[in-house]
C-alpha cells in the first residue's frame, strides 16, 4: 500500500498536469468578465459556475485527490476480507467470498474529465444530445479526473481487478477504450462495459454489475451517480430520491465512493421547478409568493 507523499510536491505535479489537461482540452471556460469569443455571454448560463469549479479551482482537485486517497486505504482493508463486498445483489445471493475482487469504476467525471466538451456546450449555448455527446466521445480528448490514476495504479498493485461501467454507448465503445489507454489505463472490451440494452447491458447499470459478479467479489464501487453505487435512484420525486440515498448509506465511504460533479447528472431530473430549486422552504413559508415566481 503506498501513502500519499507530502501534498506540496504532489499538489503542484497535479497543478502541472491539470494546466498540461486544460492545453489539449479543446475548450476551456472563459474567465470570469471575459465573454466567449464569437458567442453569448458563457456567464449567464445557469452551468457556468459549476464547471468553472470542476475546470478551475484548487477545492475541485483537492476534493477529488482526497476522495481516491481515501478509497485506496479502503481498498486494503477490503482485498483481505473475504466478506467485504460492495455489490447490494450479491451481498443478497452469497456465494462471493472464494471469487476474486474486483472493482467497478464509473468512466465519465468518475475517472474521465469531460469538461472541455461540458465548456463547448455553455459557450455553443447548446444542450446535451446523444449526437454531440458521441461526437466528443470519438475525439478521444477526455482527461483524467485527479486522483484517479493513482488510485487504479493502487488497485493493480494489490491484485485487483478494474471494470468500468459506463453508459457511454457500444458505437463508442472503441473510442473510448483508446481514449482510456492514451492515459495509461488498461482497458479492453473485456473489462469496459458500455450501455447496450438490447445485449442486456441496461441504463441502470445493474445487469452490468451482475455481468463482474458472476466471475469477481465486488469490493468497491465508485462514481458521480448514485446509480453507479445501487439501484432505486431513477426516483424524480427529490424528497423521496434523497430519503433512499439516506436509506442507502450504510456502505458510503468504505465500499461505496462517490465523486463529487455539480454540472450535470440524474439529480437534475429531481429538482423542483423554478426558484423552489434553490429555497425549498419558501413555498412552505410563502406558498403563494413562491407559486408567482415560477
Ligand atoms: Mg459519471
Not at 466567449?36 to 483537492?62: C, I, K, T, V
Request: net charge neutral.
Amino acid at each position: 500500500m503506498r501513502f500519499p507523499l507530502a501534498i506540496s510536491s504532489r499538489f503542484c505535479r497535479l497543478l502541472l498536469c491539470c494546466t498540461l489537461a486544460a492545453c489539449v482540452s479543446s475548450v476551456a471556460l472563459p474567465l470570469r468578465g471575459q465573454e466567449a469569443p464569437d458567442g453569448p455571454n458563457a456567464r449567464n448560463d445557469a452551468r457556468f459556475n459549476a464547471l468553472a469549479w470542476m475546470q478551475s479551482s484548487a477545492e475541485y482537485r483537492l476534493m477529488a485527490e482526497q476522495t481516491y486517497r481515501l478509497a485506496m486505504v479502503q481498498l486494503s482493508v477490503a482485498v483481505k476480507d473475504p466478506a467485504w463486498c460492495a455489490d447490494e445483489v450479491q451481498i443478497r445471493e452469497g456465494g462471493f467470498e472464494k471469487k476474486p475482487p474486483a472493482v467497478i469504476l464509473d468512466l465519465d467525471e468518475t475517472v474521465l474529465d469531460n469538461s472541455g466538451f461540458n465548456a463547448r456546450m455553455i459557450i455553443d449555448d447548446a444542450l446535451f444530445t446523444s449526437e454531440s455527446w458521441n461526437a466528443w466521445c470519438n475525439e478521444e480528448k477526455a482527461t483524467l479526473i485527479p486522483g484517479a490514476m493513482d488510485f487504479i495504479r493502487s488497485a493493480d498493485g494489490l491484485g485487483v481487478s478494474l471494470f468500468f461501467i459506463t453508459n457511454r454507448e457500444d458505437p463508442v465503445r472503441k473510442a473510448t477504450i483508446a481514449n482510456l489507454k492514451a492515459l495509461g489505463i488498461e482497458a479492453s472490451e473485456k473489462n469496459v462495459l458500455t450501455k447496450n440494452p438490447d445485449d442486456g447491458r441496461g441504463d441502470d447499470k445493474v445487469s452490468r454489475r451482475a455481468m463482474v459478479a458472476s466471475s469477481h467479489r465486488i469490493v468497491m464501487l465508485v462514481g458521480d451517480s448514485m446509480s453507479d453505487l445501487c439501484s432505486g435512484m431513477d426516483e424524480k420525486d427529490q424528497a423521496r430520491r434523497n430519503q433512499t440515498a439516506r436509506d442507502k448509506t450504510a456502505m458510503l465511504g468504505s465500499r461505496w465512493i462517490m465523486m463529487p460533479n455539480p454540472v450535470y447528472g440524474s439529480w437534475e431530473r429531481a429538482l423542483p421547478a423554478g426558484n423552489q430549486a434553490i429555497d425549498p422552504r419558501r413555498e412552505a413559508a410563502t406558498g403563494k409568493q413562491a407559486a408567482k415566481s415560477r
